[in-house]
């Protein structure tokens, strides 16, 4: 897809846009029609794009783009462009919902096995701290029996406007489209990763969420509920995440993959990128990656969860390589790489134990241990194995690095997905800098572990109800270690009665430096009467004395802490 064009482009880009310190996002000579295709995703440190038609991580407004930039306001990205492509075999021929550059679904439903749409079929994004205002955040209701996320105020499983919350309950900013793949016109061979089957017509529900908490703040998560809204069954199922990573300059990237953190990564093959100048990264750079924390499932009477089941990579044509590790352009060549196999149907070989792989480049860059792209030398399971027309060669090469674009694949033979059934995928996406290089993906996978932690946990951050018991008045207390190095607890009470009789009144924990600066906020959402209580990470903070003030409705109390380090 990319070619020398691209290094033009680019260097157009580095000018005329880069040399400006922050790229303005909502600059008001972006087309109206552009506009209505994509939302700018920027919960935290990360910034993206959302497409409508199942793409993130690109951005439209310009040709040839990427979307993801790390950190925010840097001009420095990491992927080019992302989705999630579905293959299965319905009645033997092989069908996909290709989605990898342009995207084959589009906003709509499925009503009665045939594709629908009307004007509320649209991008939702709101804010924490949104309200009627905000035409998505008044017209969310709508899209809540497609599986749009609230938080449930009262407990009654019944979304209703005003006392719930629309989004992921604590995140900075949710995103939301309910899509389709059925209408055939959307379906072209052009899409990128070799679309242009008959539909599946599957309704995907897509979801994006992000925290603005220091902790989560390099890192978005999406889910997608993909249910067969059609009338065959989908056999041999497979759905991967196709991903172009383009780490800055897009040349000089490695990659690979965790088979215990469920990670696919991308890292820089020595440690300076590109020019230095944006988009690239310069010194140290950084890696980035997508955790598959949630796969597809195999039903029956002894279910089966599937998670990573493959991690492949192919490269651009024209950018070097083997043929049959090149850019699919047939519908089977795609459905080979989602089963975990080259474009040709040849298996991927392990170097050093000549076996047959499904997860290539599965060892510690930084350890230099393992199978890995990037090795020293002396390292015997550095390197590829070139095998093509089915072959199993045992001459190992090296890899020189280059534009790598890789599959995070979950599926199996036996995985059945029958009319009504729905299946549910949840990544995380993120990027981490370590000293180096290969450091940088050691913090990578630090920083996974926290992405599973809160999907562990259930996504359950920040505030806490602790107590069924009803406060008889509001109160806030000191927080607990005081002084504390670098996290803290604090606890408040919300009640009902006195000035304050709303039940869903929004009630606000915001922390104030010495000279009265808002630097977090750990509470802004309607809650009902209870005692709560919540955590501060301090670590992005000094040393000194902080202010902590609780406001709901006309009650309001301040009081002091210190963080010790």
Known sequence: MKNFCFLLILSFFVVNIYSTPKINFEREQISPDVIRKQVLFNPNRL????????????????????????????????????????????????????????????????????????????????????????????????????????????????YEQGIDTPGVRNAQQTVFICMTDGFASTHNQSEGFSGGTAPLFAEMHLTAWGYDKTEYSDMHFLKFEIINKGNNIWDSTYMAIINDPDLGDAGDDYIGCDTVRELGYVLNSDNYDGNGYPPSYGLTPPAAGIIMLKGVRINGANPINLNMTTFTYFTGTGAGGITCEQDPSLPKEAYYYLQGRKKDGSHWVHPFY??????????????????????????????????????????????????????????????????????????CQLVARGTNNLNSVTKLKQLSDVAWSLYYNNFVIGIQNISNELPSSFALFQNYPNPFNPVTTIRFDVAENGKWKSVNETVTLKVYDVLGKEIAVLVNERLKPGAFEVKWNASGFGSGIYFYRLSAGDFNETKKMIILK
């Open 47 to 158: 910034y993206t794009w959302i497409q409508n038609t199942g793409i993130f991580n690109q951005d439209k407004r310009t040709s040839n783009t990427p979307g993801l930039m790390w950190p925010a306001g840097s001009n420095r990205f990491a992927f080019f462009t992302t989705g999630l492509t579905i293959g299965a075999k319905v009645n033997n021929a092989i069908r996909l919902a290709s989605c990898s550059y342009s995207g084959e679904y589009a906003p709509g439903f499925m009503n009665g096995g045939a594709p629908d749409s009307n004007s509320y079929f649209k991008l939702y994004k709101i804010t924490r701290g949104d309200g009627p205002s905000n035409s998505d955040w008044a017209n969310w209701f709508r899209m809540v029996p497609y599986g749009a996320p609230y938080y449930d105020v009262n407990n009654n499983s019944i």
């Open 354 to 427: 000549k076996t047959r792989v499904r997860l290539v480049y599965t060892g510690e860059p930084e350890a230099n241990t393992g199978w890995t792209e990037y090795g020293y030398n002396g390292n015997q399971n550095m390197g590829m194995v070139k095998n093509c027309n089915g072959g199993d060669t045992l001459t190992t090469f090296p890899c020189p690095p280059g534009d790598r674009r890789y599959c995070i694949g979950t599926g199996a033979g036996n995985l059945v997905v029958n009319p009504g059934d729905t299946q549910k995928i949840i990544i």
